[in-house]
Nanobody, 127 residues
Framework: QVQLVESGGGLVQAGDSQRLSCAAS????????MGWFRQAPGKEREFVGG????????SYTDSVKGRFTISRDNAMNTVYLQMNALKPDDTAVYYC????????????????????WGQGTQVTVSS
């Protein structure tokens, strides 16, 4: 049984940093590209960024480039999302997901192409 469990969310102030973690089990983690998505109230789920098997290739949506960094530790079966210079617009539930394609790339930007999802963790950025 595949499980993805996010942690690290909470309430922060604008300009602060926060790191999210996603612990995976039940899959060969090092053979899955991983993605981070977010969903704000009343909005569709949005691609934040992705990372390939080894962590050597990452991609990000434009609104977080230069502020967010995705990394992974395959020995710990964990993917991270380091978020710096947070803005109120970053407020959302953040989800990690495992790519269904099993390709060694930074993953698709379409949520429906991911096979497994975590339950999400709330990030709230106050102004």
């Amino acid at each position: 049984q595949v499980q993805l469990v996010e942690s690290g969310g909470g309430l922060v102030q604008a300009g602060d940093s926060q790191r999210l973690s996603c612990a995976a089990s039940g899959l060969t983690f090092s053979r899955y590209a991983m993605g981070w998505f977010r969903q704000a109230p009343g909005k569709e789920r949005e691609f934040v960024g992705g990372i390939n098997w080894s962590g050597s290739d990452t991609s990000y949506t434009d609104s977080v480039k230069g502020r967010f960094t995705i990394s992974r530790d395959n020995a710990m079966n964990t993917v991270y999302l380091q978020m710096n210079a947070l803005k109120p617009d970053d407020t959302a539930v953040y989800y990690c997901a495992a790519d269904a394609s099993r390709l060694n790339w930074s993953g698709p930007r379409v949520a429906s192409l991911y096979a497994y999802w975590g339950q999400g963790t709330q990030v709230t950025v106050s102004s």
